[in-house]
Protein backbone atom coordinates (compact mmCIF):
# COMPACT_ATOMS: atom_id res chain seq x y z
CA UNK A 1 0.00 0.00 0.00
CA UNK A 2 0.94 3.65 -1.29
CA UNK A 3 1.29 6.83 0.96
CA UNK A 4 -1.65 7.82 -0.98
CA UNK A 5 -3.58 4.69 -0.09
CA UNK A 6 -2.15 4.47 3.54
CA UNK A 7 -4.82 7.39 4.50
CA UNK A 8 -3.76 10.55 6.62
CA UNK A 9 -0.95 8.50 9.20
CA UNK A 10 1.92 8.70 6.55
CA UNK A 11 2.83 12.30 6.61
CA UNK A 12 6.18 13.79 5.78
CA UNK A 13 6.77 14.87 9.57
CA UNK A 14 6.12 11.89 10.90
CA UNK A 15 8.73 9.94 8.39
CA UNK A 16 11.54 13.11 8.99
CA UNK A 17 10.97 11.88 12.38
CA UNK A 18 11.70 8.21 12.44
CA UNK A 19 14.51 8.95 10.21
CA UNK A 20 16.34 11.42 12.08
CA UNK A 21 15.79 9.17 14.99
CA UNK A 22 17.17 6.16 13.38
CA UNK A 23 20.00 8.15 11.78
CA UNK A 24 21.26 9.32 15.50
CA UNK A 25 20.82 5.80 16.51
CA UNK A 26 23.43 3.44 17.20
CA UNK A 27 23.67 1.26 14.45
CA UNK A 28 20.82 3.11 12.53
CA UNK A 29 18.49 0.98 14.08
CA UNK A 30 16.54 0.21 17.50
CA UNK A 31 13.95 -2.13 19.26
CA UNK A 32 10.89 -2.29 17.52
CA UNK A 33 9.07 -1.53 20.38
CA UNK A 34 11.18 0.38 21.94
CA UNK A 35 10.53 2.87 18.65
CA UNK A 36 7.18 2.78 19.06
CA UNK A 37 7.10 4.40 22.87
CA UNK A 38 9.79 7.03 21.77
CA UNK A 39 8.22 8.44 19.20
CA UNK A 40 4.18 8.02 20.14
CA UNK A 41 4.42 7.92 23.95
CA UNK A 42 0.82 7.18 25.48
CA UNK A 43 0.82 9.79 27.19
CA UNK A 44 1.74 12.27 24.51
CA UNK A 45 -1.56 10.93 22.88
CA UNK A 46 -3.80 11.24 25.70
CA UNK A 47 -2.58 15.21 26.29
CA UNK A 48 -3.11 15.68 22.55
CA UNK A 49 -6.66 14.05 23.21
CA UNK A 50 -7.50 16.93 25.60
CA UNK A 51 -6.20 20.07 23.53
CA UNK A 52 -8.58 18.64 20.29
CA UNK A 53 -11.64 19.95 22.93
CA UNK A 54 -10.20 23.28 21.64
CA UNK A 55 -12.84 23.36 18.21
CA UNK A 56 -9.94 25.86 16.76
CA UNK A 57 -7.48 22.81 16.91
CA UNK A 58 -6.88 20.51 13.73
CA UNK A 59 -4.74 18.02 15.37
CA UNK A 60 -5.69 14.37 13.72
CA UNK A 61 -8.41 12.73 16.01
CA UNK A 62 -7.58 9.27 17.40
CA UNK A 63 -10.60 8.35 19.57
CA UNK A 64 -8.99 7.42 22.99
CA UNK A 65 -10.38 3.63 23.19
CA UNK A 66 -8.42 3.46 20.06
CA UNK A 67 -5.61 4.57 21.66
CA UNK A 68 -6.48 2.29 24.50
CA UNK A 69 -6.96 -0.60 22.46
CA UNK A 70 -3.46 -0.27 20.26
CA UNK A 71 -1.68 2.92 21.29
CA UNK A 72 0.81 2.74 19.19
CA UNK A 73 -1.63 2.31 15.96
CA UNK A 74 -0.17 5.46 14.01
CA UNK A 75 3.53 5.33 14.56
CA UNK A 76 3.41 1.35 13.38
CA UNK A 77 1.64 2.52 10.29
CA UNK A 78 4.19 4.45 9.53
CA UNK A 79 6.67 2.48 10.11
CA UNK A 80 5.37 0.24 7.77
CA UNK A 81 4.90 2.22 4.87
CA UNK A 82 8.42 3.53 5.88
CA UNK A 83 9.14 -0.13 5.13
CA UNK A 84 7.09 -0.30 2.52
CA UNK A 85 9.01 2.03 0.67
CA UNK A 86 12.33 0.72 1.17
CA UNK A 87 13.37 3.68 3.62
CA UNK A 88 13.44 0.90 6.42
CA UNK A 89 13.79 -2.77 6.79
CA UNK A 90 13.01 -5.23 9.52
CA UNK A 91 15.75 -6.89 11.53
CA UNK A 92 14.37 -9.44 13.91
CA UNK A 93 12.76 -7.30 16.54
CA UNK A 94 14.46 -4.18 15.09
CA UNK A 95 13.70 -1.59 12.86
CA UNK A 96 16.84 -0.36 10.54
CA UNK A 97 17.67 2.08 7.85
CA UNK A 98 18.15 0.44 4.63
CA UNK A 99 21.92 0.25 4.55
CA UNK A 100 21.53 0.43 0.70
CA UNK A 101 20.41 4.51 0.78
CA UNK A 102 22.84 6.97 0.68
CA UNK A 103 22.64 8.74 3.93
CA UNK A 104 24.82 11.74 3.25
CA UNK A 105 22.10 12.77 0.60
CA UNK A 106 18.72 15.00 1.77
CA UNK A 107 15.96 12.20 3.15
CA UNK A 108 13.50 14.07 0.24
CA UNK A 109 16.01 13.04 -2.32
CA UNK A 110 15.71 10.00 -0.72
CA UNK A 111 12.78 9.46 -0.42
CA UNK A 112 11.83 10.42 -4.23
CA UNK A 113 14.14 8.03 -5.85
CA UNK A 114 12.47 5.19 -3.30
CA UNK A 115 8.93 6.53 -4.73
CA UNK A 116 9.93 6.05 -8.57
CA UNK A 117 12.42 3.07 -8.55
CA UNK A 118 11.78 0.50 -11.02
CA UNK A 119 12.62 -2.24 -8.62
CA UNK A 120 9.59 -1.24 -6.16
CA UNK A 121 6.27 -0.11 -7.47
CA UNK A 122 4.82 0.45 -4.15
CA UNK A 123 4.40 4.28 -4.93
CA UNK A 124 4.14 4.59 -8.74
CA UNK A 125 0.33 5.63 -8.17
CA UNK A 126 2.53 8.94 -6.40
CA UNK A 127 5.07 8.42 -9.59
CA UNK A 128 1.55 8.77 -12.10
CA UNK A 129 -0.06 11.86 -10.32
CA UNK A 130 2.90 14.48 -9.96
CA UNK A 131 3.69 13.21 -13.40
CA UNK A 132 0.17 14.32 -14.41
CA UNK A 133 0.23 17.35 -12.81
CA UNK A 134 3.47 18.55 -13.92
CA UNK A 135 2.10 18.03 -17.27
CA UNK A 136 -0.47 20.34 -16.61
CA UNK A 137 -0.50 24.24 -17.87
CA UNK A 138 1.04 26.53 -15.01
CA UNK A 139 -0.98 29.26 -15.51
CA UNK A 140 -4.24 27.23 -15.69
CA UNK A 141 -3.17 24.07 -13.41
CA UNK A 142 -5.73 22.83 -10.73
CA UNK A 143 -5.33 24.56 -6.92
CA UNK A 144 -6.89 21.99 -4.69
CA UNK A 145 -8.76 18.97 -5.22
CA UNK A 146 -12.20 20.03 -6.69
CA UNK A 147 -10.78 21.12 -9.88
CA UNK A 148 -8.14 18.62 -9.84
CA UNK A 149 -11.16 16.19 -9.97
CA UNK A 150 -12.81 17.74 -12.96
CA UNK A 151 -9.29 18.02 -14.77
CA UNK A 152 -8.84 14.25 -14.15
CA UNK A 153 -11.90 13.06 -15.41
CA UNK A 154 -11.55 15.34 -18.87
CA UNK A 155 -7.84 14.06 -19.07
CA UNK A 156 -7.85 10.11 -18.35
CA UNK A 157 -10.97 9.27 -17.40
CA UNK A 158 -13.53 8.19 -13.70
CA UNK A 159 -10.17 6.13 -12.68
CA UNK A 160 -8.81 9.38 -11.60
CA UNK A 161 -5.63 7.82 -11.77
CA UNK A 162 -7.30 6.20 -8.24
CA UNK A 163 -6.94 9.39 -6.67
CA UNK A 164 -9.86 10.63 -4.77
CA UNK A 165 -10.52 13.46 -1.80
CA UNK A 166 -8.75 11.45 0.55
CA UNK A 167 -5.57 11.04 -1.22
CA UNK A 168 -4.85 14.10 -2.51
CA UNK A 169 -4.31 15.65 1.08
CA UNK A 170 -1.44 13.46 0.93
CA UNK A 171 -0.78 14.27 -2.80
CA UNK A 172 -0.46 17.99 -1.66
CA UNK A 173 2.11 17.36 1.37
CA UNK A 174 4.15 14.43 -0.69
CA UNK A 175 4.55 16.62 -3.39
CA UNK A 176 5.47 19.83 -1.89
CA UNK A 177 8.09 18.09 0.11
CA UNK A 178 9.95 16.90 -2.21
CA UNK A 179 9.94 20.07 -4.42
CA UNK A 180 7.51 19.24 -6.61
CA UNK A 181 5.14 22.20 -5.87
CA UNK A 182 4.28 24.87 -3.44
CA UNK A 183 1.23 25.91 -2.00
CA UNK A 184 0.20 29.53 -2.68
CA UNK A 185 -1.16 31.26 0.40
CA UNK A 186 -1.87 34.72 -0.72
CA UNK A 187 -5.83 34.35 -1.19
CA UNK A 188 -8.04 32.81 0.87
CA UNK A 189 -8.16 29.88 -0.32
CA UNK A 190 -4.43 28.33 -0.41
CA UNK A 191 -3.65 26.42 -4.16
CA UNK A 192 -1.24 24.02 -5.13
CA UNK A 193 1.61 25.29 -7.49
CA UNK A 194 2.53 23.27 -9.78
CA UNK A 195 6.69 24.03 -9.74
CA UNK A 196 10.04 21.61 -9.39
CA UNK A 197 12.57 24.24 -9.03
CA UNK A 198 13.34 23.21 -5.68
CA UNK A 199 13.76 19.59 -6.83
CA UNK A 200 15.71 20.36 -10.10
CA UNK A 201 18.10 23.07 -8.30
CA UNK A 202 18.85 20.19 -5.55
CA UNK A 203 19.86 18.08 -8.60
CA UNK A 204 21.71 19.90 -11.40
CA UNK A 205 24.84 18.65 -9.96
CA UNK A 206 23.73 15.23 -10.56
CA UNK A 207 22.67 15.50 -13.96
CA UNK A 208 25.38 17.65 -14.84
CA UNK A 209 28.24 14.81 -12.78
CA UNK A 210 29.08 17.66 -10.26
CA UNK A 211 30.97 19.62 -13.26
CA UNK A 212 29.83 23.01 -12.67
CA UNK A 213 30.23 25.46 -15.88
CA UNK A 214 29.85 22.00 -18.14
CA UNK A 215 27.59 22.95 -21.22
CA UNK A 216 25.10 20.47 -22.65
CA UNK A 217 22.48 20.64 -25.75
CA UNK A 218 19.09 21.11 -23.44
CA UNK A 219 17.55 18.12 -25.53
CA UNK A 220 20.48 15.56 -23.77
CA UNK A 221 20.25 17.10 -20.07
CA UNK A 222 15.76 16.54 -20.61
CA UNK A 223 17.37 13.01 -21.87
CA UNK A 224 19.15 12.74 -18.46
CA UNK A 225 16.30 14.43 -16.23
CA UNK A 226 13.86 11.86 -18.14
CA UNK A 227 15.95 8.61 -17.00
CA UNK A 228 16.86 10.35 -13.42
CA UNK A 229 13.76 11.19 -12.71
CA UNK A 230 11.26 9.89 -15.10
CA UNK A 231 8.41 11.77 -13.76
CA UNK A 232 9.53 14.87 -16.56
CA UNK A 233 9.64 15.10 -20.45
CA UNK A 234 11.25 11.82 -21.76
CA UNK A 235 10.54 10.20 -18.49
CA UNK A 236 8.82 6.43 -18.30
CA UNK A 237 5.81 7.68 -16.24
CA UNK A 238 5.45 11.37 -18.06
CA UNK A 239 5.70 9.32 -21.28
CA UNK A 240 2.28 6.88 -20.21
CA UNK A 241 0.46 10.46 -19.40
CA UNK A 242 1.47 12.09 -22.47
CA UNK A 243 -0.20 9.08 -24.46
CA UNK A 244 -3.31 9.65 -22.90
CA UNK A 245 -3.43 13.52 -23.09
CA UNK A 246 -2.06 15.38 -25.36
CA UNK A 247 -0.65 19.11 -23.54
CA UNK A 248 2.27 19.58 -25.45
CA UNK A 249 3.55 19.83 -28.98
CA UNK A 250 6.31 18.42 -30.51
CA UNK A 251 9.75 19.90 -29.08
CA UNK A 252 8.46 22.26 -26.58
CA UNK A 253 8.81 21.74 -22.84
CA UNK A 254 5.92 21.71 -20.88
CA UNK A 255 5.15 25.09 -19.37
CA UNK A 256 5.60 24.12 -15.60
CA UNK A 257 9.30 22.43 -16.59
CA UNK A 258 9.89 25.79 -18.99
CA UNK A 259 9.14 27.99 -15.78
CA UNK A 260 11.48 25.66 -12.98
CA UNK A 261 14.51 25.94 -15.72
CA UNK A 262 13.77 30.25 -16.13
CA UNK A 263 13.32 30.41 -12.10
CA UNK A 264 16.95 28.80 -11.97
CA UNK A 265 18.45 31.13 -14.87
CA UNK A 266 17.20 34.15 -12.97
CA UNK A 267 18.67 33.24 -10.01
CA UNK A 268 22.32 32.29 -11.80
CA UNK A 269 22.27 28.57 -11.31
CA UNK A 270 22.37 27.97 -14.70
CA UNK A 271 22.83 29.46 -18.25
CA UNK A 272 20.27 28.69 -21.10
CA UNK A 273 21.44 30.11 -24.48
CA UNK A 274 20.78 29.36 -28.16
CA UNK A 275 23.51 28.89 -30.20
CA UNK A 276 24.05 29.17 -34.01
CA UNK A 277 22.66 26.11 -35.95
CA UNK A 278 22.42 24.25 -33.10
CA UNK A 279 18.90 22.26 -32.24
CA UNK A 280 16.39 23.63 -30.09
CA UNK A 281 13.86 22.64 -27.81
CA UNK A 282 11.13 25.46 -27.42
CA UNK A 283 10.44 26.53 -23.59
CA UNK A 284 6.39 27.55 -23.15
CA UNK A 285 6.39 30.17 -20.12
CA UNK A 286 5.65 32.31 -22.56
CA UNK A 287 8.57 35.13 -21.76
CA UNK A 288 12.06 35.80 -23.23
CA UNK A 289 13.50 33.75 -26.59
CA UNK A 290 11.52 30.58 -26.46
CA UNK A 291 14.32 28.54 -28.37
CA UNK A 292 16.83 27.34 -26.28
CA UNK A 293 19.83 24.95 -27.62
CA UNK A 294 22.03 24.65 -24.98
CA UNK A 295 22.41 24.45 -20.70
CA UNK A 296 24.76 25.40 -18.30
CA UNK A 297 25.12 24.48 -14.53
CA UNK A 298 27.32 27.34 -12.57
CA UNK A 299 27.16 25.77 -9.59
CA UNK A 300 24.97 26.90 -6.36
CA UNK A 301 24.17 30.45 -6.33
CA UNK A 302 21.18 30.18 -3.58
CA UNK A 303 20.85 28.25 -0.28
CA UNK A 304 17.98 26.84 -0.76
CA UNK A 305 17.16 23.04 -1.61
CA UNK A 306 15.64 20.08 -0.23
CA UNK A 307 16.90 19.51 3.27
Known amino acids: MSVLKEGAYTVPSRVIGIYNYLIKAKGHQENREKLYQVLSPISLLMSLNKKKQDVSSNLDEIPEEEIKKDPHKMIKAVTRQCINMGLL ?15 KDSLPSIVVNLFLSPDNCEN ?8 WYLAQNFYDAPGNWEETETQLRQQVGDGLLELNDT ?4 FEDWSCYLGFCWRNSLSKKPVLVPDPTVYLRYNLKRLFNNQVNQQLPLAEFINRLGKYCPIFETGQFRE ?3 QQIELREPNHLSGVTSIALRRLEDEGSIRLE ?3 DAPVLL ?6 DPGISHITWLGSKTNGGQS
Open 124 to 131: HDFARVIA
Open 89 to 103: IEDDASIKLNPEINK
Open 274 to 276: KLS
Open 283 to 288: LTAGFG
Open 240 to 242: EIE
Open 167 to 170: RYGQ
